[in-house]
């Protein structure tokens, strides 16, 4: 008995991840903006591979080359709604719910006119989804 009881304590996390949970990441070269008012977007980042299940949590990390504009706007976006973010890694709940193949890209925005000197350059972009 023990030593079926001690196979079945080995093998959960084997059996949770048969029922659909898991996670995929995703990770590309960010943007160069040079103007103020024109938004960029990054790729769209996407599962390396098909996944099954529905958002739980989102986790994003981004990096920038150079001082950060003033009034920066970073949107994490789905194909159904966005997230303002607020910092430049954090996670959220905000897109539980979604299909977890949806890809997910940043928008990047700096509000007003002119040139933004220096320019914003994104060196990375990265997201986890985890579902199940």
Same mark, same amino acid.
């Given at each position: 008995? $023990? $030593?079926?009881?001690?196979?079945?304590?080995?093998?959960?996390?084997?059996? +949770?991840?048969?029922?659909?949970?898991? /996670?995929?990441? /995703?990770?590309?070269?960010?943007?160069?903006?040079?103007? $103020?008012? +024109?938004?960029?977007?990054? %790729?769209?980042?996407?599962?390396?591979?098909?996944?099954?299940?529905?958002?739980?949590? +989102?986790?994003?990390?981004?990096?920038? +080359?150079?001082?950060?504009?003033?009034?920066?706007?970073? $949107?994490?976006? %789905?194909?159904?709604?966005?997230?303002?973010?607020?910092?430049?890694?954090?996670?959220?709940?905000?897109?539980?719910?979604?299909?977890?193949?949806?890809?997910?890209?940043?928008?990047?925005?700096?509000?007003?006119?002119?040139?933004?000197?220096?320019?914003?350059?994104?060196?990375?972009?990265?997201?986890?989804?985890?579902?199940?």
């Amino acid at each position: 008995m $023990r $030593r079926w009881l001690a196979g079945i304590i080995v093998l959960m996390p084997l059996l +949770v991840n048969a029922a659909g949970e898991g /996670a995929w990441m /995703a990770s590309s070269v960010g943007v160069i903006m040079q103007n $103020r008012g +024109v938004a960029a977007s990054s %790729s769209p980042l996407s599962p390396p591979q098909p996944v099954n299940g529905l958002v739980t949590v +989102v986790q994003w990390d981004y990096k920038l +080359v150079g001082p950060t504009p003033a009034n920066l706007l970073v $949107r994490l976006c %789905s194909q159904s709604q966005c997230v303002e973010l607020d910092a430049e890694s954090g996670s959220t709940r905000a897109f539980s719910g979604i299909p977890a193949i949806e890809p997910m890209r940043f928008v990047w925005d700096v509000p007003g006119s002119g040139r933004l000197y220096p320019p914003l350059q994104v060196l990375s972009n990265r997201v986890i989804v985890n579902y199940k």
